[in-house]
């Protein structure tokens, strides 16, 4: 090869964006309860996988999910104690619909930022006291080495902002 055509194939090489593989989390995740954060009392939201889905149950997290992911979507079976939820989030920023608190449905985008799912969504649901919206966002991300997922969501509701951390270990 010519030294000036070497060098052009180089340059094109150099020049071609290098596409970051997004992580695949799909998989056998078990809670690592050492590692996240205390679940408190109810009222905050949850992270489907983290603790319920954004918008999921008060005061509760998954020990155990199972998710299968695609290029275009992720659905996450999540295991807390007897009862299972499924949720399937569309990747592209579609709107997804999945059961929420108190039987409402809840409505959330995702998207990928880098290399992390986010997740956000809202939700209203009445209680004894009225309605009550609640809005929630999950960040979903994994160790370089793909062995731990964490899932912190952030959920905003009429009784202020509440953050969770949720880790998990590939089982």
Known sequence: MKPSLALAAA?????TPLVAQKP?????????ADASDPVGPPGGGGGGGGQRGPGGGAGMRATEVFIT???????IESKMGDRTRVT????????SKNPGMRDA??????TWAD???VTEGENTVTTPMGEMTIKSKEVRSMSADGKQMTVVTTAVTPQGERTRKAVYDKA
């Open 11 to 15: 340059l094109a090489l150099l020049a």
């Open 24 to 32: 695949d989390f799909s998989g056998n995740w078990k809670l690592n």
């Open 69 to 75: 992911q695609s290029d275009s979507k992720i659905v």
């Open 88 to 95: 399937t989030y569309y990747l592209d920023g579609r709107e």
């Open 105 to 110: 449905e809840m409505t959330t985008k995702s």
């Open 115 to 117: 290399n992390t799912i």
